[in-house]
C-alpha cells in the first residue's frame, strides 16, 4: 500500500481523483474461500445485509494499474496466508 501511496501522490495532473488499493477485484466469497482453503474446519457464513441497495464491496484496481503502473505485491490469498500463520504463532505461545 505504501508503494501505490507514493505512486498517487507523485502523479502530476491525474485524471482522476479517487483509486482504489487493494491486491485486485476480490468478492466476500472469494475472501471466505481463501480462508476455509487454510483454515478448513473454520465456520464462517455471509448473509445479506438488510439495506436492498447494498451491494459487495469489491475494490478495481484498473484505474490505479493503467494510470500509475501499479502492481500488487500479494495477492489475497498470499497475504490471507501470511496473516493466518502469524496468528498461529502469535496465539501458540
Known amino acids: 500500500m505504501a508503494k501505490a501511496i507514493k505512486l498517487v501522490l507523485l502523479i502530476k495532473d491525474p485524471k482522476f ?3 482504489n488499493l487493494s491486491g485486485g477485484a476480490h468478492s ?3 475472501f ?3 480462508v ?3 483454515i478448513p ?3 464462517i457464513s455471509l448473509e445479506r445485509g438488510k439495506d436492498p441497495n447494498l451491494h459487495p464491496p469489491i475494490m478495481d484496481v484498473t484505474r490505479v494499474k493503467k ?3 501499479f502492481k500488487p505485491t500479494y495477492t489475497l490469498e498470499d497475504g490471507c496466508e501470511e496473516y493466518i500463520n502469524q496468528l498461529r504463532i502469535q496465539f501458540s505461545t
Request: no cysteine; proline share 0%.
Open 28 to 30: 466476500a466469497q472469494d
Open 32 to 34: 471466505v474461500n481463501i
Open 67 to 69: 494510470e500509475l503502473g
Open 36 to 38: 476455509k482453503k487454510f
Open 17 to 19: 481523483s479517487v483509486f
Open 41 to 43: 474446519e473454520a465456520e
